[in-house]
């Protein structure tokens, strides 16, 4: 697993995130986007109609580092903010076979390598950060990715 149960859970609690990619001429871009965790691959997918043809499907031919935001607003009072940036290597992906007919089969895979969190764990406090490959907790405990 490359994200801890709480971030997990809080992505799943969300639909729509921010996808910053650089363009070729080393332009930054950021887009909202659609997303789903794929528990399978430890990734975060990104789908979209026609994504294959957006400028953000195309900067990721030039430059494959991304940043990708999650956050929302937890609470007004008191004010408490929440949220998860991933930063990490994307890939495009075309598929033969789309999951949805208003859909082609192009998503963007992101594959994380820091996680950065806000407000998501009330066991910790402030930002914490991390290298994905540092231990992760699951359902059974914590345990070092790759590790039984």
Do not use: C
Not at 11 to 17: A, D, P, S
Not at 87 to 106: I, L
Not at 131 to 145: I, L
């Amino acid at each position: 697993m490359s994200l801890t149960d709480s971030e997990r859970e809080y992505l799943g609690t969300q639909r729509l995130g921010r996808l910053a990619t650089v363009g070729p001429g080393g332009d930054p871009q950021n887009n909202p986007v659609g997303f789903t965790y794929n528990a399978e691959n430890g990734t975060i997918d990104i789908r979209g109609y026609d994504l294959a043809k957006t400028r953000k499907f195309r900067n990721l031919r030039h430059n494959d580092q991304v940043a990708f935001v999650v956050d929302d607003l937890a609470s007004v009072k008191p004010w408490r903010v929440r949220g998860i940036e991933i930063r990490g290597r994307a890939e495009t992906v075309v598929e033969d076979a789309p999951q949805d007919s208003h859909y082609t089969g192009a998503l963007i895979r992101i594959h994380p390598k820091r996680v950065f969190t806000w407000g998501i764990d009330s066991a910790a406090s402030g930002m914490t950060k991390r290298t994905v490959s540092q231990t992760v907790a699951t359902g059974g405990g914590a345990q070092e990715k790759g590790q039984p």
